[in-house]
T-cell receptor, first 116, second 112 residues
Framework: SAVISQKPSRDICQRGTSLTIQCQVD?????MFWYRQQPGQSLTLIAT?????????ESGFVIDKFPISRPNLTFSTLTVSNMSPEDSSIYLC?????????????FGPGTRLTVL | RKEVEQDPGPFNVPEGATVAFNCTYS??????FFWYRQDCRKEPKLLMS???SGNEDGRFTAQLNRASQYISLLIRDSKLSDSATYLC?????????????FGTGTRLTIIP
């Protein structure tokens, strides 16, 4: 499986500010995804990061709030804009593996965000 | 009804025992199924893919029942290191580029 890193690993931010989270993979991957895991909850897909085109957002998530970049096949960023305490969560990027079942996904270590 | 449902537990099981938990899914068109393991304050890690014929990996056995729309995970001879939250994941397609839907997880604690 690919080695995935995320920066920052954690941050505490003030309401109304924005934070950009980086996801770096050690090999080229076609599919990259961004998830959110709120306290005590399971993972919810925010969007699929598409290389060379706009990200595909899931219902309930919009580009103005969560702009995503995917400049190449090894890197993506997620920005959490105009943050509120409700955005406190763990944000994880994932990549799709190339095993027998193509939608096996492997996750980065996550970014733990606390908004005050 | 939730797309993927799991008993949240916690399951408190003595070391060496066998434990099993199920996960039900609502979309009968679901094609791919996985069990992920998530340790406290860590990212989810793929434990097993679940194949139609069922599959075994060491002490872990996964089964799929399409008629009743559930998958199961059996852990034999449980170890302290098996303590974690186990996430059931389904997706509608085998062809990649499909949304993974996660259950809320079942928390397992192995007691010495």
């Amino acid at each position: 499986s690919a080695v995935i890193s995320q920066k920052p690993s954690r941050d505490i931010c003030q309401r109304g500010t924005s934070l950009t989270i980086q996801c770096q993979v050690d090999s080229q991957v076609t599919m990259m995804f961004w998830y959110r895991q709120q306290p005590g909850q399971s993972l919810t897909l925010i969007a699929t990061a598409n290389q060379g085109s706009e990200a595909t957002y899931e219902s309930g998530f919009v580009i103005d709030k969560f702009p995503i970049s995917r400049p190449n096949l090894t890197f993506s960023t997620l920005t959490v804009s105009n943050m509120s305490p409700e955005d406190s969560s763990i944000y994880l990027c994932s990549v799709e593996g190339s095993g027998l079942l193509y939608n096996e996904q492997f996750f980065g270590p996550g970014t733990r965000l606390t908004v005050l | 009804r939730k797309e993927v449902e799991q008993d949240p537990g916690p399951f408190n099981v003595p070391e060496g025992a066998t434990v099993a938990f199920n996960c039900t899914y609502s979309n009968s068109a679901s094609q791919s199924f996985f069990w992920y393991r998530q340790d406290c304050r860590k990212e989810p890690k793929l434990l097993m893919s679940v194949y139609s014929s069922g599959n075994e990996d060491g002490r872990f056995t996964a089964q799929l029942n399409r008629a009743s729309q559930y998958i199961s995970l059996l852990i034999r001879d449980s170890k302290l290191s098996d303590s974690a939250t186990y996430l059931c994941v389904v997706t509608p397609s085998n062809f990649g580029n499909e949304k993974l839907t996660f259950g809320t997880g079942t928390r397992l604690t192995i007691i010495p």
